[in-house]
């Protein structure tokens, strides 16, 4: 089983940003109500889709730098990394097949 991997600021570039898999990132914080209610959705995806795509986690209250140079305004947002560039935004607490749906579209 695959688990979606924590991200820090200073690991942000290398996991996301260079790598050659889309790469869905979950930016989200433990205090967060909807974070909760997404986060196992997050571990499913993260599951179903190894090998294709990887998935990864941001606290923004540890790590803020990437959630501010995206723009990232409220908490749950979901950004599809694909080549390094942001290609699908998913913000809120959405149902899974909205994700996986964003998401073939890029595999």
Not at 7 to 32: G, I, K, R
Not at 37 to 64: F, L, R
Not at 65 to 90: D, M, N, W, Y
């Amino acid at each position: 089983m695959s688990a979606p991997l924590h991200l820090s600021d200073a690991t942000f570039q290398s996991e996301v940003l260079d790598n050659d898999l889309p790469v869905l990132v979950d930016f989200w914080a433990p205090w967060c109500g909807p974070c909760k209610m997404i986060g196992p959705i997050v571990e499913e995806i993260a599951d179903e889709y190894e090998g294709k795509i990887k998935v990864c986690k941001v606290n923004v209250d540890d790590s803020s730098q990437h959630a501010t140079e995206f723009g990232i305004r409220s908490i749950p947002t979901l950004l599809l990394f694909k080549g390094g560039q942001a290609v699908e935004s998913i913000i809120g607490s959405v149902p899974k097949n909205y994700i996986t749906d964003k998401i073939g579209k890029h595999l």
